[in-house]
């Protein structure tokens, strides 16, 4: 069910700075503690400049901004039934401090309260993409960094 590249939706997410709010989120991988790296935060916002609203990976340290961008309607893996997956919108997973580990009980209970919802899977080259977007990011802490290394046996 937690299998990298996951794109699950949480109805109340439970963040450390803020109260619960839906949001989509992205299995990364599991550590050997067998806490969860998944990235949450995603956003339909575009809260980066016009020419840097393009599929891929966005990075500009001098603006500060480190994000991917999946662009509405281009698809980049499979739903359950598995058929063509795509965001529809424009979908901006911003990078800093956007990536954390959390146990798996965690995201189980959000399954028991059903405010848990599977979307898909990314496909392999957009999930590589991605997770090298990450680690190469220059605004995520190196810590997390190592961490989402670790799941994808790169130290």
């Known amino acids: 069910m937690f299998e990298p590249g ?13 109260p619960p709010t839906p949001k989509i989120i992205v299995i990364i991988g599991e550590l050997d503690t067998g806490e969860l790296v998944v990235f949450a935060k ?8 016009e020419d840097m609203i393009k ?8 603006r500060n901004v480190s ?5 509405e309607g281009e698809i980049v893996g499979k739903n359950l039934d598995g058929e063509d997956f795509s965001f529809d919108q424009n979908t901006f997973m911003f990078i800093r401090q956007n990536v954390i580990a959390r146990e798996s009980e965690q995201l189980k209970n959000y399954i028991k309260g059903q405010d848990f919802r599977i979307l898909g899977e990314l496909n392999e080259y957009d ?9 190469s990011s220059k ?3 190196r810590g997390m960094r190592k961490k989402v290394q670790k799941t994808q046996g790169l130290i």
């Not at 699950?8 to 450390?16: G, K, M, Q, V, W």
């Not at 995603?42 to 400049?49: E, G, R």
């Open 6 to 18: 996951t794109i699950a939706f949480i109805e109340n997410f439970e963040y450390t700075d803020g």
């Open 42 to 49: 995603t956003t339909s916002q575009d809260y980066i400049p």
């Open 55 to 62: 599929s891929g990976c966005q990075e500009c340290t001098e």
């Open 67 to 71: 994000a991917y961008v999946f662009m």
């Open 127 to 135: 999930f590589k993409a991605f997770v090298e977007c990450m680690i």
């Open 139 to 141: 605004l995520i802490s």
